[in-house]
Each structure stands twice: as C-alpha cells, then as structure tokens.
C-alpha cells in the first residue's frame, strides 16, 4: 500500500508547482530506493553508501545553493526534500543536511573563491563528502568554550584538537574545523589523508545506526594557509550554519512523525482485536486525533519557516522554535505509535521504532530541547538564563 | 532525432477509485494522477535516444488542463517540448482520440513516434496504431527492445507466442512494453528547468459524439476464499472443486 502523506490542512495548495515536484520525485526515490533496505542497514549500523551517487543524481546535495553548478534551489523545496528523506530514515536525511547546510552552505558563504571552486561543484556531484566539527567531547550546547586551538606557522596553520558526534565524520574527503586561533573561532578545511588528522567511527549506537557518526583527532595537523576561511571569525560562523541546518532539521522531524502516523493508521485500521479493529477504539482514536493536529503544526511552522526564509527574513529564534516543536512532538509521536503497534512496534519489519530511536538523537543534536527552550526564553524575556 | 512521445493523465494505479455519483465518471477528489505508467517508459527511451544520438523530445498530451502537471513532469524528465491538446470534456473513443493525435502531429519533424502500449485507465490499445495508420507511418506494436542506426530501428516485439525481431526504416511508430526502459525519477535541475521549457496549447477538436459512456460501474467485489479441508484429506475434494466448479482441470 503507498504511502498516504498527511496533509489535513491542504497546504500542498500553498506550494509551487515545482515544490510540488521535487517533493514528490524525493519521495518516488524513498519509497523505492531507501525503505526496501533501510531496515537492515540500520541493524548493521552501516550507512547506506550506494545511495550517495544517486542522491547527487537527484541533484539533493546542496541543492539550496546557488551557482557552482549547484541549483539554487527555495527554502520551501530543500525543506520538502529534507522532509521526504527523513520519512525515510534520519540518517539519510543527516547526511544531506550536513553536506548541504553545513559544510556547502559555509563554503558558500565564507569561503575563498578558490574554497568554493574546489569544493562547491564536486560536493555537488556527491565526488567529495563534507563534515562539520564544531561539538567536541567537552563541550556540547557551550561550543564557545572549545578546546580545539589553531596556530599561525610560516605556512599555514597547525591545528590540535578533538571533535566528537561528528556526522559523516569518517567518510568525509574534507572536514570543516572549527578552532581557536588567539582566542578567536576560525573555520579550516581539513583533508583526509593529511598527517596528524584521524577520522574514526563511533560503534555501539543505540541511535541513527544508518549514519556515520565519528570522532576526529588533530595531532599537529599541519594545513596551509589557504585552509582558512577568510570570511568569518567568532562563534557567529557556526551558529549561522546551525540556523541553516536547524530550519532543515524541523521539515526532517516532520517527515518521520508522518512515516510513523501513517503506519500506525494503517496499522490500527487493520488489526483486530476483540472482535474489531483497534481504528474503532476511542482510545486509538485520540491518539490518532492528536498526532494529525501536531503533524499539521508542524507543517504550517515549516511552510511558514520557509516563506520567511525565501524572504530573507527567517530569525535564528524562528528556526529554534520551529526544532524545538518539531523534534519535541515527532518524538512524542514516534513512541506513541510505537505503542500502538503493540508487540509488532518493536520489530525491523515496521519503520516506528528506527524512526523512535532515530528522534533521540534529532531532539538532541544541534541544540538541544532545551538550549532551544532557552533560547526562545532569552528573546521572549531579554535575559540570558544559559550561564 | 526528432521524437515525439505520446502521453496520457491518468488516475494514480495507486488511488482508490469509486464511481462519481452521476454514475458515468470516476470520483476525483484525493485521486492523484500520473503520466500512464507505459508512456512513461516511452517517455524514458525517447530520452536515452536522444541522450545517444542527439535530437529533440517532444510530448503530446491530450488531455484536460490539470494534465499540464503531468506533462511539465515529462519536461521536467527531459523531454525538451510539448505540445497540450487541451480537452474541454466529453467522449472520445480511441479513434477520435488518434484522429485529434495525428492532427497535431502531422507536419512536424519527426522520425520515431513513441506510444506506451496502452493507457492504464481505458486499456484500449488501440490509439498508437491508429496514429501511425492515419500518418502512413509502419507501426510495431509491444515493444521491449528498441535500437536505432542508419536510418533504421532494430525492435524486438514480444508477446505471448515469443519474441519477433523485426526491422523497420524510419520514420516510424512504436508501442512500448516494460522492460524497454525504467523511467528516470526527476532531478532537481530538471524540474526546475521544466517550467522555463515550451508548452504549446491547442483546443482539441470538440468530440464528434459517436461515442457515449452510458454507465460505469465498479467491479463486483470478489467472493471469500473457501478452505475445503486439511492436509491429505483435503485433496481429493480440492481436485473435484477445480475440475468440476473452477474448470481449470480436466
């Protein structure tokens, strides 16, 4: 049976003709390309590498840039795409994001020209991967305080340092590193292969197990000096790429709480107990009342997100909110269908429970519930509470 | 080479179809509709083609003016023109629908003319020969294989009886089969590309009203399965049922 997606609020009225179709050709893609073996990557803790090239294909990475043989694409439309990949998996959808709005969108804005060049075009094609390091072992929602420290040589630059929960972190051809040089945060390429810097992978995940998430070591990385961004310093530089990345997150987050709503309708519509399908209870039907009205929540913030994007007037606090309701009620939907699904709930044959563990990581990971709580705190009040 | 590609909306074969309540046409509200699966794989080869030997796609659609979504869908593919014979509603059997075709078609360039085999809501068949009989043009119908050199087009036609390997010069007009080509899922580029691409539209003719559908119905929902026994001793009346009942045995 194809997927029905909910749109109780008929916003498709509100999308372009070609938001309409991009959604609908990344969703065409999903339905057959990343769900028949998602589940067993997944159990395997592999990402699904195969996809890279016809994700490139697609023209999904970077796809909100313009120029450098990039598309140049709405916000409403990346948004819709991201929202369809993470109908699939959050992990497929986490490796878009990454490469797209945190490492091309930086590159784009920051960059050399020669950066941009060399890395926007090919990133395009899927030929390089990208990676953000910003997180590091000790410092999670305070990156200020990163200990990750950059020094001026003759010929470059000498970096020291360690990143953590980095995605795409072992796969990447390039890192963007974020380090302090003389107390400021500065942004700096760093290839693979280069000495002192080890890209490794961290196991034993209970979460986003169809993702490559990795630690990196810099030991003496010695970069030359055109490895910097000239563009940008101080912490503004990765929290821009967070907004960007953040807006993407809440259209992903809306699109696993439809994966896993429609499965536990059809489910419910289905299964019968005591004489009858569950779809019949009232019990059932609440849940069910209650997960549609926060999906088209989240659809109108998303929509709405990305119009004030397209004109240019998206604030940082819009996009926390817009993370924060999304990744907060996707998760609570998440673990309600799970529930509903009973016993079958917690098996690979059905998406709810990938999709449950998946979501513990999406709520936590660029910024976290309640970073984004005190954020929206700090505009409604004017008082900062994080420190 | 210049191709053009025939194509049809139809319902998405994934849709729930009811009938409207006049009894005469299909209820359409939350029915997608799709280009017809087998002209989409006509679609497709037209684009390999062209992708090998150079040319120009262009896709002739008639249909109603929601169709012009499934036709920028076909742009959106890479087809590089189009041509929408809008139909103001109203009957046609397939050979005023051919006739409407081959009036739009007549005079342009054109040396491969691409028909899925049929439309998966009418299920004629019929339109794409009717086409290439009323251009003069040779027609193989069921095509799963389709090469072009020279001048020349070499297909394989299959059916039930096997698989006749035919030759044909060109131009020439081919009804096609899955396994020919699997159709491309849009790219971005593409899609966004789609909307800058020329559309023609046409009035189609008004319908001749030979043709009237007098009453649709749904299919007669099928009867519960029967289980006739257990293991061994079910056997012996299993075989008498599909003998004697089902008439499969003799």
Redesign the interface.
């Known amino acids: 049976m194809a997927y029905e997606s909910p749109d109780f609020f008929a916003l498709d009225e509100l999308l372009t003709e070609e938001e309409r179709m991009v959604r609908d050709s990344v969703r065409d893609w999903v339905e057959e390309r990343v769900l028949p073996d998602i589940s067993d990557h997944y159990l395997a803790g592999t990402f699904p590498m195969e996809l890279i090239a016809e994700m490139a294909e697609l023209g999904l990475l970077g796809a909100g840039i313009d120029g450098y043989d990039c598309p140049g694409l709405g916000p409403v439309a990346y948004g819709l795409i991201l929202q369809e990949l993470e109908r699939g998996d959050s992990g497929i959808r986490s490796f878009v994001s990454v490469q797209g709005s945190l490492v091309m969108w930086p590159i784009h804005a920051f960059g050399s020209e020669e950066q941009k060049q060399r890395w926007l075009p090919a990133m395009h094609r899927g030929e390089a991967i990208g990676c953000f390091g910003l997180t590091e072992p000790d410092h999670g929602s305070d990156p200020g305080g990163m200990e990750t420290k950059a020094k001026k040589t003759d010929n470059g630059y000498v970096l020291n340092g360690a990143k953590m929960w980095i995605t795409n972190g072992s796969m990447s051809d390039v890192a963007l590193v974020w380090a302090k040089l003389d107390g400021r945060v500065h942004g700096f390429l760093v290839e693979k292969g280069t000495p002192g810097f080890t890209q490794q992978q961290m196991k034993h995940k209970y979460s986003l197990r169809a993702s490559d998430t990795s630690e990196l070591i810099l030991q003496d990385v010695e970069v030359p000096a055109d490895a910097i961004f000239p563009g940008v310093s101080g912490l503004k530089g990765p929290l821009n790429c967070l907004t960007q990345a953040r807006s993407g997150i809440a259209w992903g987050a809306a699109g696993a709480a439809m994966a896993c709503y429609d499965e536990a309708r059809r489910y419910v519509a289905e299964r019968v107990q005591f004489g009858r399908p569950l779809a019949g209870r009232q019990l059932v039907q609440a849940k069910l009342a209650e997960m549609l009205s926060e999906i088209t929540k989240m659809q109108l913030m998303n929509l709405r997100l990305g119009r004030l994007k397209e004109a240019g007037k998206m604030t940082p606090q819009q996009v926390s909110m817009a993370k924060r309701n999304a990744c907060w009620h996707a998760l609570q939907i998440a673990r309600t269908c799970r529930d509903m699904l009973g016993a079958n709930g917690i098996t690979g044959e059905y998406q709810v429970m990938r999709h449950m563990c998946n979501l513990e990581s999406v709520i936590t990971y660029e910024g976290t519930h309640d970073i984004h709580t005190l954020i929206l705190g700090h505009k409604i009040t004017g008082v900062e509470a994080f420190r | 080479m210049d191709i053009i590609v025939c194509m049809k909306r139809v319902p ?1 074969s ?1 849709a729930k179809i009811t009938v409207a309540g006049d009894a005469k046409s299909i209820e359409q509200d939350g029915v997608d509709h799709v280009i017809s699966p087998y002209d989409e794989i006509a679609v497709e080869k037209a684009l390999q083609l062209k992708e090998a030997h150079g040319g120009t796609v262009t896709v002739v659609c008639l249909g109603v003016a929601a169709a012009t ?1 499934e036709i ?2 076909a742009l ?1 593919m890479g087809a590089d023109q189009a041509v929408h014979l809008k139909d103001a509603g109203g009957n046609r059997g397939p050979l005023e629908i051919a006739q409407a075709l081959a009036g739009v078609i007549k005079g342009r360039a054109c040396d491969l003319l691409l028909f899925g085999k049929q439309s998966i809501d009418a299920d004629n068949g019929a339109v794409g020969v009717m086409v290439a009989r009323l251009l003069d043009l040779p027609v193989v119908s069921l095509v799963a294989q389709l090469d072009v050199a020279d001048g020349r087009a070499t297909v394989h036609r299959q059916s039930e009886v096997g698989t006749e390997v035919i030759e044909v010069t060109l131009p020439a007009a081919f009804t096609v089969q899955r396994g020919l080509a699997e159709p491309r ?5 593409g ?2 590309q ?2 800058k691409k020329p559309l023609e539209e046409i009035d189609a003719p008004a319908p001749a009203g030979t043709m009237a559908l007098d009453k649709l119905e749904p299919p007669a929902a099928r009867e519960g399965g029967r289980i006739v026994g257990e293991g061994k001793d079910a056997v012996g009346e299993l075989v008498r049922l599909l003998s004697q009942e089902a008439k499969v045995l003799s």
């Open positions: 998405d994934a979504k920028r869908q959106a899922y849009p790219k971005i580029k899609i966004m789609a909307k």
